[in-house]
């Protein structure tokens, strides 16, 4: 039976990540315990002591037994939800890793013997040109995130993803026919898309064109409801992508960005006199995502890439300068702005995004991209403490091979493990008491597809454009590999596992849907 422990997240203060640490490059894959790091003497920002993600219990006397109840959490997201799906209003995976703790990773059963039902677009691939600093590239399929929203609606199944021909598609999950036309966009879509969880048929997606997008999807095409340029706000950093996928909870939106800064957004969202799906949306806040020291320690490369996830009252994120933060939103819809509770810094780029368990601790994936002594103090693999702001790491695993190693791929909790696939690609099963490697597999990297595990089996691409499966029902023991199926070029992008069904994007250009019965025809 699954244990769930109370999450105290009272963070009476910030502790201020180390700049300067000079410790031995070890290049190779090691684990161990860290010692305590002394704080800098900087001024921390103000903060406020969030509540407990759970409340105290109450008792109930009576004359003859006394009884124990836990009131409903009052909280932006119970900590008890932390592996359930998101609400019980839409059925699916409905944002990256489907909730708002990024632990809901879809409904089985998983295919025992897969075969390719169909692939999307039946002729031409998913192409466009995009510009990297000046130099115009083609981009071809889908690459990290990309993991597609799969959802039910009006006894259809829904497929919505964005990719690198610029465009939002929507797709019939059975048939791979499109249910609307493509969206078009300005520029290449990296990340994935978030739909409603309210029911309203509305889906938020970024895009390298600079804009942060409502659509409504209740008429016979994708209407753009409003937009939000990555420059609307300032002051920013770094870039104008929109790479992380949004969280949509009692009507305000959460959303990262490559401008390096935060947003929180009031919708208001409703429908009009016809029944057309409105929204009227306030910019409530934006903060940034770094602070001085960051910016003294690497530089202007601080954008927000990772996909959010709250956790109680606290919003965690982090950026490509590698801090890793928490922000008390216990107070927002009472008009209290956001107070920054939790700093780490983890010495180099977090584009993963942050994965709790279900005792409080957070897993970070960093990457190996500046060399920096921080990095080499820290490692690319961490577990965290949020509770204990100034000491907050519980072990910690080195894996930096070369320069531009480490972690992209999001972490996978399951049962004792934490999965963590890296740009090598090997893709380490460590125990979380631990932090002992348990086992690892080695697969064409580099590894970024995150791992996707239901019902004990987990699937995710490797870059010899196979999405394979592996059964983890055994922690105990390296996984056997039960199945690969084939795709034409490296798949970055995270799969979708969905009753029976397995979905994913490829740099090939196609987005692909297996199952254990074919379809006979493809899509156009």
């Not at 969280?247 to 947003?263: K, M, P, Q, T, W």
């Not at 690609?425 to 995150?450: F, K, M, N, Q, Y």
Request: hydrophobic share 40%; with cysteine.
């Amino acid at each position: 039976m699954r244990r769930f422990f109370v999450v105290l997240m009272l963070l009476a203060g910030v502790v201020v990540g180390v700049v300067g640490f000079s410790a031995s490059d070890v290049d190779e894959v090691s684990n161990e315990p860290l010692p305590t790091l002394p704080a800098t003497t900087s001024e921390p920002p103000p903060t406020s002591s969030p509540p407990p993600v759970l409340t105290a219990p109450i008792v109930l006397a009576t004359t003859t037994t006394t009884t124990t109840t836990t009131p409903p959490f009052s909280g932006w997201v119970d900590p008890l939800s932390i592996g359930q799906p998101w609400g019980d209003t839409v059925s699916g995976v409905l944002t990256f890793r489907g909730s708002p703790t990024r632990r809901w990773h879809g409904e089985g059963p998983v295919p025992q013997d897969p075969e390719r039902a169909w692939r999307f677009p039946a002729d031409r691939a998913m192409c466009s040109t995009s510009s990297v600093f000046g130099v115009d590239e083609q981009w071809c399929g889908m690459g990290w995130t990309g993991q597609p929203a799969i959802f039910e609606r009006r006894e259809v199944t829904w497929l919505v993803f964005g990719a690198y021909d610029a465009k939002v598609h929507f797709l019939n999950a059975e048939t791979g026919e499109r249910l609307l036309p493509d969206f078009v966009t300005g520029d290449i879509i990296k990340g994935s898309v978030t739909v409603d969880p309210d029911g309203f048929p509305l889906v938020y997606t970024g895009s390298r064109d600079n804009y942060l997008r409502v659509l409504g999807i209740d008429g016979s095409e994708a209407v753009e409801l409003w937009r939000l340029h990555a420059y609307d706000v300032s002051p920013t950093k770094w870039n104008n992508d929109w790479d992380s996928a949004p969280l949509v909870i009692d009507d305000y939106l959460f959303a990262g960005g490559e401008n390096s800064r935060f947003h929180i957004i009031k919708l208001n969202r409703g429908y009009d006199t016809e029944g057309r799906v409105t929204v009227d949306p306030e910019l409530l806040w934006d903060f940034a995502g770094w602070d001085d020291q960051l910016i003294s320690a690497v530089g202007s490369n601080v954008s927000i890439e990772m996909s959010p996830l709250i956790l109680g009252d606290v919003l965690y994120f982090a950026n490509s300068g590698g801090l890793v933060q928490g922000w008390d939103i216990s107070g927002l819809k009472d008009g209290v702005e956001p107070q920054r509770v939790f700093r780490f810094w983890a010495g180099d780029d977090v584009d993963a995004s942050i994965v709790p368990d279900d005792e409080g601790f957070l897993y970070v994936g960093v990457e190996y991209e500046r060399s920096t002594n921080r990095s080499k103090e820290v490692g690319q693999i961490i577990k965290l403490d949020p509770r204990k702001p100034e000491d907050p790491v519980v072990w910690s695993v080195h894996d930096r091979p070369y320069v531009n190693s480490g972690v992209w791929a999001t972490p996978a909790i399951y049962e004792d493990l934490v999965i963590v696939p890296t740009d090598q690609g090997l893709v380490h099963g460590i125990d979380r008491a631990t932090g002992e490697i348990r086992w690892s597999l080695d697969l064409p990297g580099p590894t970024w597809s995150s791992p996707t595990i239901v019902d004990g089996v987990m699937v995710m691409g490797d870059c010899s454009g196979r999405v394979r499966a592996f059964d983890v029902s055994d922690t105990s023991r390296k996984p056997p590999e039960l199945w690969q199926v084939a795709t034409g070029a490296c798949v970055e992008s995270s799969v979708t596992v969905w009753k029976g069904s397995v979905y994913s994007g490829s740099r090939d250009g196609f987005l692909y849907a297996w199952r254990d019965l074919v379809l006979a025809d493809e899509p156009g």
